[in-house]
């Protein structure tokens, strides 16, 4: 088990090895890279994905298949062609996406077919979640399960009428092959069109009425669905290593952070042990395995056994902008320094490693490094021997290195050993214990370093950056940490400049220089979060205004007028459904988030119109919120924020007083974060008052720094700093 002894001088330590090997590291990604790209345009002709942007249609530029992206001159096509689409969506991480295209897009004959009988369209799920949650939909109707690559088939007029997930290229192990799916579709299209047609028809009706489905009546719901989805969360967590699954297997395993961060809020306020103990279980779990790298930092995607042991080896950014916050605030619930250590060592890991010069975080690492599934991460027994040299013992007994490995042969490194029998064991102090790691470490670290790494998704999206802005301004807070600022403040600028588009809205994405694609519900709604968050770590009003000016935008282009929103604009075009789900994914519910954000500016505005915004999205989604409460963890957040009745607190003072740095670093600290706050500054206070008419007529009295606090608007006697 890792120590809970707060040792500054050791996390300082590691952060310098770490900084070290991360600069071969991404040297050595840019080489890989570009090695590989040089020798795939030296095998054959491009066909349409040549001049896209993303890192995961490049890489099937060069299949044999005759790849279009998503677009008119493809719709068109199968239109004019009579031809059913193959839509196939995956994303550069992907390690079963890698599989299928080196077994059947690069396969000449597989290819072949796919060229005459269809037209072929390859989507990045992340680039375009769009028309990722439409057909993933679809596809977990028509075969219960989903996944990636996604395979669908649809008729000219988008509508899908088969599909699944990952095919072999021909059939083995109970499995169909791809190359009969193709043949079984293309007869079926041949024979009987009118029965695909109207198969697909109906899979869009059904998807129309579930994103039309009448809203709940009445009321919010309150405080008694927290206890329902608490215990609807107990029911499925697995009580031997944390985290949700179903039980016996309770795998795969993913984070779920925003469900365990409404289940420490809960736990904490409430006083409840089995809430905290669950929290608890996960988070020491999850960072005490190999989904955690032991030696670089950062989270993997998922864990694909119980023991959160195996991952799958992929790292990314939204997982570790969410995870970072999470144990953020467990430390501060929980007081373990170990929990801030861990957040610290994510943060710092996408600072050195998926944080571009223009202040833009990259997407995502993949699982893959020279074709094989975890190559880059794994060990031999003999390899931490010869490396580690005199702390080879340690070594081993710390990360748990055996000859026989964890993982088809090899080690996955974990740290589930406690520091006191590891020390007592070799008769060392832990100082000197954990100088021993450090070496090793160290050591590891470069020779990983040598290593061909995985490839790198370096494509910015909004939405992801806005996640990871979040956990960087609260993290300046909440650890006192200017660093921390200045990498929250130079993304933002990035977000508000390059990735900002005429007219007010955002691109989606940018790589290489070219911001292009509009930007969806969660675009809009995390990087305003973002913007929120950073203007409480530095108040400078430019940050306020931008998230005002993004949720004035999804408000006038993405409102649903049931209450909600969609997650694509008014003006969208092309597709046939707009979904309106506040579901949690791998990302926290755009609409969840969209609705926080009303809350939380419509307290610091004293704006009743946003508060009842965020109250109606709360009732048009009460059924599903009743229906499956822990499946909607950020509207659960929400009812927890406005049934606490946060404050609104005004602090007017010189900024430089003392006295008011101290009242704003106990506001940054406070947790739960149940609360807004401004700071006005007696004659300069103009630009912030402009933008919260609250704020307005708040002076100091006496001619002493003073603080308001106020709940809907009423205000107690001001009180005196």
């Known amino acids: 088990m890792p120590s809970t002894i707060d040792n500054d001088s050791h996390q300082a330590m590691k952060t310098v090895i770490t900084a070290i090997a991360s600069c071969l590291f991404l040297v050595s990604i840019l080489a890989a890279q570009e090695e590989h790209s040089t020798a795939e345009q030296q095998e054959r002709p491009a066909n349409h994905l040549i001049d896209e942007t993303s890192p995961y249609l490049l890489q099937h530029a060069h299949n044999p298949v005759d790849w279009y992206p998503w677009g008119p001159d493809a719709l068109q096509r199968a239109k004019d062609e009579d031809k059913p689409i193959f839509l196939s969506v995956g994303y550069s ?160 395993k993913f984070p779920r952070c925003a469900q365990l961060l409404f289940i420490l809020r809960r736990g904490a306020r409430e006083q409840d042990g089995a809430a905290l103990t669950l929290v608890r279980k996960s988070l020491d779990q999850m ?84 074709g094989e599934e975890g190559k880059f991460f794994v060990w031999s027994l003999s390899e931490v021997r010869a490396i580690c040299g005199k702390d080879a013992a340690v070594a081993e007994a710390w990360f748990g290195v055996t000859k026989n490995g964890n993982f088809e042969g090899h080690n996955i490194l974990t740290a589930r050993s406690k520091k006191l029998v590891v020390s007592q064991k070799f008769g060392l102090s832990i100082d000197d214990l954990e100088a021993a790691i450090a070496r090793c470490t160290s050591a590891l670290l470069k020779v990983r370093a040598k290593r061909i790494p995985p490839a790198l998704d370096d494509k910015r999206l909004a939405s992801w950056n806005g996640l990871m802005l979040s956990a960087f301004a609260r993290a300046a807070m909440v650890f006192d940490d200017e660093r921390y600022l200045e990498i929250a403040r130079a993304n933002a600028l990035f977000l508000m400049g390059p990735m900002r588009r005429e007219g007010g809205g955002l691109f989606r994405t940018s790589r290489s220089g070219r911001a292009h694609l509009d930007a969806y519900l969660e675009d809009y709604a995390l990087v305003a979060q973002g913007l929120l968050d950073l203007f409480e770590a530095d108040q400078d009003p430019r940050w306020l205004r931008g998230a005002q000016e993004l949720m004035a935008y999804l408000d006038e282009h993405f409102a649903d007028e049931s209450g909600g929103y969609f997650k694509t604009a008014s003006y969208a075009v092309g597709l046939p459904v707009r979904m309106n789900s506040p579901q949690e994914s791998s990302l926290p519910s755009a609409v969840g988030v969209a609705l926080l954000n ?84 007696p004659g300069k206070s103009e630009p912030l008052e402009a933008l919260l008419p609250a704020a307005k007529g708040k002076t100091m009295v006496k001619g002493k720094p003073t603080v308001y606090v106020c709940h809907h608007g009423v205000c107690d006697a001001p009180r005196e700093l």
């Not at 295209?101 to 992340?126: G, P, T, Y």
């Not at 963890?633 to 946060?646: K, M, N, Q, S």
């Not at 009242?663 to 406070?670: F, G, K, N, T």
Request: hydrophobic share 40%.
């Open 598 to 681: 009303n809350a939380r500016l419509g307290l610091l505005e004293g704006s009743t119109a946003r508060l009842a915004r965020a109250r109606a999205g709360l009732v048009r989604h009460g059924e599903a919120l009743r229906r499956w409460p822990s499946g909607h963890a950020t509207l659960l957040l929400l009812i927890d924020f406005l049934e606490h009745e946060p404050s609104e607190v005004y602090i007017v003072g010189p900024a430089d007083d003392s006295r008011v740095q101290a009242e704003l670093a106990r506001l940054r600290r406070q947790w739960p974060p149940l609360r807004v706050f401004v700071q006005l500054e």
């Open 93 to 252: 991480a992907c390690h079963w996406c890698h599989v299928m295209e080196h077994e059947s897009f690069e396969n000449e004959e597989i290819a072949k077919l796919m060229n005459q009988w269809f037209v072929c369209i390859k989507v990045d799920r992340e680039e375009r979640p769009d028309i990722d949650a439409i057909y993933m939909a679809a596809v977990q109707s028509m075969i219960g399960s989903g996944g990636w690559p996604m395979s669908v088939f649809l008729t000219p007029d988008l509508e899908p009428f088969y599909g699944g997930t990952y095919y072999p290229p021909h059939s083995r192990g109970g499995r169909l092959g791809f190359d009969e799916v193709l043949q079984q579709v293309h007869t079926f299209w041949l024979q009987n069109p009118a029965a695909a047609v109207e198969r697909g028809q109906f899979m869009i009706e059904a998807l129309r009425a579930r994103t039309n489905a009448p809203s709940a009546a009445g009321k919010p719901p309150g405080l008694a669905l927290l206890e329902r989805a608490f215990a609807d969360s107990k029911a499925s967590a697995d009580p031997a290593f944390g985290g949700f699954g179903r039980a016996p297997r309770f795998a795969p």
């Open 287 to 370: 960072a005490w395995g190999g989904m955690y790298d032991q030696l670089g930092g950062g989270f993997a995607r998922y864990s694909t056994d119980r023991s959160w042991t195996v991952p799958h080896f992929e790292k990314m950014l939204y997982d570790n902008a969410q995870l970072a916050l999470l144990y953020m605030e467990a430390w501060q619930a929980l007081d373990q320094p170990f929990y801030r250590e861990i957040s610290r060592e994510v943060l710092d890991y996408v600072a050195r490693e998926m944080t571009g010069p223009e202040g833009g975080f990259y997407s995502a690492t993949d699982a893959d490094s020279e």
